[in-house]
């Protein structure tokens, strides 16, 4: 497609329980980036990949915290026994570096709230 | 990656030019400015970036100094749905790819 799919557009989860965010990026785009928005303007990123490979997952917090992209399936990103601090918006975005430095094409996000 | 520096808030009067200043002093040489918008609670939008040279695009104009230690967004002709914040952004021209988010100015443009 031509934008960034992610569902759902709103998940709530019991603190202990599981929570999967799904994303779809552009056709084409081999890139794909999590990020998460806990306050309005903070920011941060979690992990990208190339393909069905993790690239970077620096920012990935080491527990709970699982993600793929598996060939012809949307990407997921796994919070396991999500706790109230998990509770922000989550972005993927999705590039093709090959048309052009590093734009980024954001989906329209997850908000996760635990309660 | 160079940290950079923008005004927290901004106003703008519709329909007049919308300046949006950057500061990056530690940018290097291999550094791109990137400026991205999100608007109300949508997905952050890319505007344009630029290395050395002043660049324009359907959306905005982005003009670097010569010594490349700031930049300033400018969008020429501020509507209401301009409202939102806008974060200036450097990164490498090589690397991991991700995007490091600062504050970001938010800029209301007033009727």
């Known amino acids: 497609g031509e934008e960034v799919a992610q569902t759902p557009k709103h998940l709530v989860r019991g603190e202990g329980q599981k929570a999967k965010l799904y994303c779809a990026p552009i056709k084409g785009h081999s890139y794909v980036f999590w990020y998460q928005q806990v306050l309005k303007n903070e920011f941060k990123f979690l992990i990208s990949?190339?393909?069905?490979?993790?690239?970077?997952e620096t920012g990935m917090p080491k527990e709970r915290f699982s993600a793929k992209c598996l060939p012809n399936s949307p990407c997921s990103l796994e919070i396991q026994a999500t706790k109230l601090e998990d509770s922000a918006v989550y972005f993927c975005?999705?590039?093709?570096?090959?048309?052009?430095?590093?734009?980024?094409?954001f989906g329209p996000g997850t908000r996760l709230t635990v309660t | 990656d160079a940290k950079t520096t923008q005004p927290t808030s901004m106003d703008c009067a519709e329909g007049r030019a919308a300046n949006l200043p950057c500061n990056h002093s530690?940018?290097?040489?291999?550094?791109?400015v990137y400026w991205y918008r999100q608007i109300h609670s949508q997905g952050p939008q890319y505007i344009i970036h630029g290395l050395k040279n002043n660049e324009t695009n359907e959306m905005a104009s982005l003009i670097i100094t010569e010594d490349r230690k700031s930049s300033t967004l400018i969008l020429p002709h501020a509507t209401l749905r301009d409202t939102a914040v806008y974060y200036c952004i450097v990164m490498a021209g090589a690397g991991s790819y991700q995007l490091t988010f600062g504050k970001g100015t938010k800029l209301s443009v007033i009727p």
């Open positions: 990949f190339q393909n069905e490979n993790v690239f970077d």
């Open positions: 530690t940018i290097s040489g291999n550094e791109y």
């Open positions: 975005a999705s590039s093709q570096p090959s048309q052009g430095p590093y734009e980024q094409y």
